[in-house]
């Protein structure tokens, strides 16, 4: 999680890690209680929403000048729909849970692909094994909209453009993501990998939310197709942001909140998922 953590925690969360390295032990959830976050309205700076069904206002943690800042930006984006939520990654405090577009609430949604989030996964399960290190050089040619047999032979060739893996994973280059999966991991290693980060479940938190799903193929172009973010997977924001906690927690997983008091979000520790060092 260090070689991931500087590079990628501020793309989706918000807030400086400075707790300890273990929270609250987490006890067991109960039943989440749907509250309509597609009517959030925001009062004396506090901000609620209705249940759903019944309509009882409840409190809840999202920080108003935030929510509004973020409001704006989708709706002067002109996308036909768009989220964008984020936390406080010390408590998991969710900090805006906004979205625009006929297809409703999608922070929750687990509508579309995850497509290159995906390479995120792939990239911890590469440092995990130690084969892979963020300043290694790697080789590659094509890959740049999709990826093909050819695009996947190993060693280095006439042409390759050469690139440190670190600048791939900034840049999304496929290639590299598949020819590595390729000569370092089975479908074992990163379906592994992806279920550490809960990808199959629902996100950790305090309303419902719908289920990511990733299937990883044992063939070998599927296998590099599904490392790089082309396999069948589906992700919602809210579980993307919960990946990318996890990375700015060391790899601790920690429970998000969307209701109560925003001023008392407790830190509740779901343990380690992945190994500090990765």
């Not at 687990?110 to 440092?127: H, I, N, R, W």
């Not at 695009?151 to 893996?165: E, N, S, V």
């Amino acid at each position: 999680m260090r070689a991931l953590r500087g590079l990628l925690a501020l793309a989706i969360t918000l807030g400086a890690f400075s707790a300890p390295a273990l929270g609250k032990p987490a006890a067991k959830p109960r039943a989440p209680k749907d509250v309509d976050l597609a009517s959030i309205r925001i009062e004396n700076g506090r901000a609620h929403a209705p249940t759903t069904p019944g309509g009882d206002q409840v409190a809840l943690t999202i920080d108003p000048y935030l929510q509004r800042a973020a409001m704006r930006a989708l709706e002067k984006s002109r996308a036909p729909s768009g989220a964008v939520v984020m936390s406080d990654v010390r408590t998991g405090r969710i900090l805006v849970w906004a979205a625009i577009g006929s297809e409703g609430d999608l922070v929750r949604r687990a509508k579309y692909p995850g497509a290159s989030l995906f390479k995120v996964v792939t990239s911890a399960a590469l440092l995990d094994g130690g084969e892979v290190k963020m300043g290694d050089v790697v080789c590659f040619q094509g890959g740049e909209s999709r990826l093909r047999e050819e695009d996947l032979k190993p060693g280095c060739h006439a042409g390759d453009t050469h690139i440190r893996f670190d600048k791939a994973l900034g840049k999304s280059i496929n290639a590299v993501f598949g020819k590595l999966a390729l000569t370092h991991l089975d479908q074992e290693e990163l379906d592994g990998m992806s279920r550490a980060f809960g990808i199959g479940l629902s996100p950790p938190i305090d309303v419902p939310a719908d289920s990511t799903a990733v299937r990883i193929p044992k063939d070998k172009l599927g296998l590099a197709r599904a490392a790089a973010g082309f396999g069948r997977s589906k992700m919602s924001p809210l579980a993307a942001l919960d990946v990318m906690q996890t990375i700015a927690n060391r790899g601790e997983r920690i429970r998000l909140h969307v209701t109560g008091n925003p001023d008392s979000i407790p830190r509740v520790s779901l343990g380690k998922s992945v190994d500090e060092e990765t």
